[in-house]
Nanobody, 121 residues
Framework: QVQFVESGGGLMHPGGSLRLSCAAS????????MGWFRRAPGKQRELVAA???????NYVDSVKGRFTISRDNSKNMVYLQMNSLVPEDTAVYYC???????????????WGQGTQVTVSS
């Protein structure tokens, strides 16, 4: 089984920044694209950002220019730098691994506890 442990969430005012971390266990990390998902109140889970094994990235339009996804293959870690936070970013954030090295629609059916991000004035 693969496991994901997310951390780094918290309560921030609009305009603030947070850095989320995800520790991924298992042997899949180095060969898998990684992604950050979020589930906001009243909304479906959405893919926020993803990074392939080669470093290509994709972002949902609402976070482009504000969020940056990165990975450290030597540590099996993936990060999400979140800048210029807005209330709409409030959600539980999860990381996950793609079944491919590239960013596809196929993700593992495995979820960690997530980390809560709350942006409020």
């Amino acid at each position: 089984q693969v496991q994901f442990v997310e951390s780094g969430g918290g309560l921030m005012h609009p305009g603030g920044s947070l850095r989320l971390s995800c520790a991924a266990s298992g042997s899949i990390f180095s060969s898998s694209a990684m992604g950050w998902f979020r589930r906001a109140p009243g909304k479906q889970r959405e893919l926020v950002a993803a990074i392939s094994t080669s470093g290509s990235t994709n972002y949902v339009d609402s976070v482009k220019g504000r969020f940056t996804i990165s990975r450290d293959n030597s540590k099996n870690m993936v990060y999400l730098q979140m800048n210029s936070l807005v209330p709409e970013d409030t959600a539980v954030y999860y990381c996950n691994a793609n079944i491919r090295a590239t960013i596809t629609t196929l993700w593992y059916n495995t979820w960690g506890q997530g980390t809560q991000v709350t942006v409020s004035s």
